[in-house]
């Protein structure tokens, strides 16, 4: 599942906005598009059009207006996850996993605030060890096409979709899918409470329609609480350059899996939702610009393989493990 950074980062960064009156931020992005989905993604975005062309009368930015949009977005992320058992009621031996992502799109200028940014992503998981019938690995290789609304460098309002294929060895129609995300956020409380809602929609997941939102709490000019499902974070801003975070996240998505001879047979061609419950600490560094590191550990409370498809009773769980991760980003 994706995650929203650019909506955490619009309302804590070090620029200073003073509102005349509520703004809301709306942002998209799905895996199977029907007419229904995308007029109501088309609607709630309609609210910008009038802000787009008003934005002076609205905000007054007291930071360098000059400032140029970054339109080259880079995403670099490696999380290693130890060895712990793997169980479907017995004990079916030990496996450790490797997660790798690569994420790279460029922006369009189309008018005003209004962007379209298309670019291409590459998922993996790789386990450590072959456990019939698990898979050894899980991929997805896509492309981004989003509509995006862009906000002092951040996307504020967006459609996004990820048209692509989830798979384990081979790629064929039986594997496309075009995710979408589906999020609006609204002011609460002033300047420094803000509300986010949303969808997370997908065909290969269950169910596959999953709600999305929470609160953000700017709670003074260090300090900010994100209790937003599924990423909820605590983050401590030291200096320009420095930044601590406690982290909780439930990641994974679906993937069909190949046809082959794996046992029971019932799983050959099958769908598979992989998912994940983590939490730990994180640093960031943003010394390097246009460049960011982040590295973090923490405990991977467990990790699970859901055939869901097969029937109630299909699901395999690893036991929790420590983790650690490091990811290079960059905005240009």
């Known amino acids: 599942m994706r995650i929203y950074k650019d909506f955490f980062a619009l309302f804590f960064k070090p620029i200073h906005i003073t509102l005349s009156q509520p703004i809301c931020f709306p942002r998209m992005k799905s895996k199977i598009i029907t007419s229904a ?65 690569f994420d790279y799109s460029h922006r369009f200028h189309v008018t005003g605030q209004w962007y379209l940014r298309l670019g291409v992503a590459y998922e993996r998981y790789d386990f450590g060890r072959s456990i019939s019938p698990l898979p050894q690995h899980l991929q997805a290789a896509s492309a981004t096409v989003a509509y995006e609304y862009v906000v002092q460098g951040f996307a504020a309002a967006a459609i996004e979709l990820h048209p692509g294929f989830y798979f384990e ?41 999953i709600p999305i939102g929470g609160v953000i709490w700017l709670i003074n000019d260090k300090t900010r609480l994100e209790a937003i499902f599924p990423r909820p974070s605590l983050t401590y801003t030291l200096n320009e350059d420095w930044e601590l975070a406690a982290t909780a996240d439930i990641g994974g998505y679906g993937f069909r899996m190949d046809k082959n001879g794996r046992t029971p047979a019932t799983y050959s061609g099958s769908v598979l939702q992989y998912s994940y419950y983590q939490a730990g600490l ?46 290079f980003e960059a905005k240009f």
Not at 49 to 76: C, H, I, R, Y
Not at 307 to 322: I, S
Request: proline letters at 6%.
């Open 37 to 101: 989905v995308f007029a109501c993604a088309i609607s709630a975005l309609l609210p910008f059009s009038v802000f787009a062309g008003q934005t002076d009368a609205k905000a007054t930015v007291t930071a360098d207006k000059t400032e140029p949009t970054p339109l080259d977005l880079l995403n670099v992320d490696e999380n290693y996850t130890g060895e712990s058992t793997v169980r479907q009621g017995a004990l079916l031996g030990k496996q450790d996993a490797l997660h790798s992502s």
């Open 169 to 209: 060895n081979d790629v064929t129609g039986r594997n496309f899918d075009v995710p979408i995300d589906v999020y609006t956020a609204f002011k609460i409380h002033g300047d420094k409470v803000f509300g986010m809602v949303g969808f997370f929609e997908g065909q290969f997941i269950n169910p596959p329609v």
């Open 282 to 327: 994180q640093v960031k560094y943003s010394g390097w610009k246009p460049f960011d590191l982040v590295v973090g550990g923490g405990y991977n409370f467990e990790r699970e393989y859901d055939f869901f498809r097969n029937g109630p009773f299909q699901k395999y769980k690893a036991c929790g493990a420590p983790y650690i991760k490091v990811s």
